[in-house]
């Protein structure tokens, strides 16, 4: 039953895009929902015993079988190590390092991996190198596998996970890490109502048992707690060194924490926390990641680097410490079409975020062998290409009213003539589908998918003037305070799709009638207009969410509002979710609350079966309210990769959840 991860804002968690990962509690976007006070009881869950899971060896590349016990290092940490100013490596690695398997071949050090991002929120920034948690997704996407724990054991009754540590495991500046850094992130973060003023709920308990073992207690059984905790940024018990941290925190800091606080405009000592501990904001900040950022992402930046960590405690089957790699920089652009060029001049070693529009793919495929690098797949995760997304809380009354009319949305779903979207924006990729989970998935729910989607301006005009009859001399339908229905569209500048698609549907809606404007801007903007906790926009559009495998469940934010910084159709109603007496929060419908209440005994039961079950229900009832409309299951993505760039995979799965790419293992890439 573990909520900690859906609120938005700077707090408990990191912004996602997808992915991810909040003001507080600050949670990914793609968290999954904090609890619901709707009094619903969870049904007794079937006690099943529940053995140690350890780590294996990652092969393929996934995890050896049999730790080495003779170790190897970058020539440039051996050079540190011959000076004196850096410990020989095995005094670096923990004691039973992860050992992880290239995917083709052992690798050569050095070179620098270049890639791009016009995103400043560090979330490409995770993705590449930023994924280390407790628990880690497989490369193929279909198990979780301890990660920075060596392993983990549940109890019988599924409501204490306890974990063991690395004995040895090191931050990025070679201090210990240990449970008290566990810990701290969880007493004095988690549960500090300055940081997170919405702790998690129901609530739950992490204690130490000795330096590399804790123990995590909730009070119901969590049947998809440790699938959740593999998810990207919904865990962050291991990105809080205490060490570094304490001197930004009230309960450690007594001296001149006023004095940081203004130093680093700020304005208030929590600010400053939540601030510092992001490590695009804070560079100096110890990390476990396989590279270390040596600079923030300062507004002025035209790029970011990171170097080897010396201390990353991932080895090859030869133990040879990872990563390969030397380098990491990353380009910070601010228009797609900078980045698109630089992968097509070969200037970008790995990309997939910001290139890959459909429109794109024929460019690079035309220009591999001058560009000196290949194409690879990404197959789809998402629920939809691009789900329309009225804003049922807004603040306007005239807009909340419309976006509520079931019959109004209805109608604008037969107007969509999505086969012209189809063809001329996504070029012929994708089967038209409304917001629902993906075909393949056990989860599918046929009704959610295929209803409403017939293009038809008759059927659309019939529901529409079941909703507005009214219209003005131009023929746009009047709304309920007699004026002109105007719908705002605001999105982010760099989803160019959106953006194209909606310039289509423009027409087409004004054929029946309604008329809407297409908002651009600048991506940080967007983040805080319609992430974040203002409610007054109309109308976005997004793409992610879990469409497939388990990431249906685990990220339900279309199914029912539970996720803050991505149930963008009704946050107001998601804050209800995860924290009923916020002044964000708005008590939801009563179809709505039965959603949550549903969602509430998925998570305490571990039963696959009745979770499916639960889910079906759920999404029966979203079926009933029509909240969101869909445009096309996706088609599969792609990305770019050099052709000197190896043990690099030739398909994976696209999703920030995920994250793309790092379950496979970039620390194991090398250049030829």
């Known amino acids: 039953m573990l909520r900690f991860g859906t609120l938005t804002g700077a707090a408990a968690f990191l912004s996602a895009c997808g992915p991810a990962a909040p003001p507080a509690p600050s949670a990914p976007n793609s968290a999954p929902a904090e609890p619901t006070s709707s009094g619903a009881s969870n049904p007794p869950p079937t006690p099943a015993a529940k053995p140690t899971l350890a780590a294996p060896a990652v092969a393929g590349p996934t995890v050896a079988s049999s730790p080495p016990t003779k170790f190897n290092e970058a ?10 100013t850096l410990p020989p490596v095995d005094q670096r690695l923990p004691a039973n390092p992860f050992v992880v398997k290239p995917l ?6 050095g070179g620098e991996w270049h890639t791009g991002t016009i995103e400043r929120n560090g979330n490409d920034l995770i993705r590449n190198i930023g994924y280390e948690q407790l628990m880690r997704y497989t490369p193929n996407y279909d198990a979780v596998i301890p990660n920075v724990a060596e392993s983990v054991k549940a109890s019988d009754d599924g409501k204490q996970y306890t974990f063991t540590l690395r004995k040895g495991l090191k931050w990025s500046d070679g201090s210990p890490f240990t449970s008290d850094d566990v810990v701290f992130w969880y007493e004095d973060v988690l549960m500090n109502s300055e940081i997170t003023p919405a702790p998690p709920k129901p609530s739950f308990k992490v204690a130490k048992v000795d330096d590399v073992t804790f123990t995590w207690t909730f009070d119901e059984p969590n049947g998809l707690f440790l699938k959740d905790i593999a998810r990207t940024s919904i865990e962050r018990a291991t990105s809080h060194p205490k060490k570094a941290l304490s001197q930004f925190h ?25 601030f510092k501990r992001e490590v695009y904001n804070n560079p100096d900040l110890p990390t476990l990641w396989p590279w270390k950022l040596q600079q923030s992402f300062g507004t002025g930046a035209a790029s970011v680097s990171a170097e080897r960590n010396p201390y990353y405690f991932k080895v090859d089957p030869d133990g040879n410490q990872l990563p390969y790699i030397d380098r990491y920089t990353q380009f910070l652009a601010t228009d797609p079409e900078v980045l ?18 459909p429109k794109n793919k024929s460019v690079f495929f035309d220009n591999q062998q001058k560009g000196k690098f290949h194409l690879f797949d990404l197959t789809p995760t998402t629920v939809n290409s691009m789900n329309i997304l009225f804003n049922m809380n807004c603040t306007d009354p005239v807009i909340r009213e419309i976006a509520r009319n079931r019959d109004f949305r209805i109608g604008l779903s037969y107007a969509y003539d999505r086969s012209e979207v189809i063809d001329v924006v996504f070029l012929q990729q994708g089967k038209a589908a409304q917001t629902a989970p993906r075909p393949d998935s056990k989860y599918y729910h046929d009704r959610l998918a295929t209803q409403y989607l017939e293009y038809s301006p008759q059927k659309a005009n019939e529901s529409l003037d079941k909703a507005y009859p009214n219209k003005d001399s131009e023929g746009f339908r009047l709304g309920p305070d007699g004026n002109r229905i105007s719908i705002v569209f605001e999105i982010d500048s760099g989803r160019t799709t959106y953006i194209d698609s909606l310039e289509l549907i423009k027409k087409q809606w004004a054929k029946v009638g309604v008329e809407i404007t297409v908002k651009q801007m600048d991506r940080a903007l967007w983040e805080q207009r319609v992430r974040m906790t203002q409610f007054d926009f109309h109308a976005s559009c997004h793409i992610f969410g879990g469409g497939a495998g388990d990431a249906v469940i685990l990220d339900p934010r279309y ?48 039963d696959d079966q009745k979770q499916q079950d639960l889910l079906r229900q759920i999404l029966d009832i979203q079926a009933d309210l029509f909240p969101t409309i869909g445009t096309a299951y996706d088609g599969n993505f792609f990305g770019i990769s050099v052709d000197r760039l190896k043990n690099t995979p030739a398909a994976l799965p696209s999703s920030f959840d995920y994250p793309t790419p790092a379950p496979m293992n970039p620390a194991t890439w090398y250049f030829a």
């Open 340 to 357: 698109v060029l630089k992968a097509l001049n070969g200037e970008l070693d790995w990309q997939e975020q910001w290139i890959n529009a």
């Open 559 to 606: 199914w029912f509002p539970q996720n803050t910084g991505n149930s963008f159709w009704a946050k107001a109603w998601a804050w209800w979710y995860v924290s009923p007496s916020s002044p964000l929060a708005e008590e939801p419908p009563p179809e709505v609350k039965q959603q949550m209440a549903l969602y509430d005994q998925i998570r305490g039961t571990a």
């Open 104 to 109: 083709e071949s052992t690798g050569n050090y």
């Open 75 to 84: 020539p440039m940490l051996a050079d540190l190590v011959k000076g004196g």
């Open 250 to 274: 009230k309960r450690y800091n007594t001296t001149n924490l006023d004095q940081l606080v203004q130093e680093n405009s700020q304005n208030t000592w929590a600010d400053l926390f939540n």
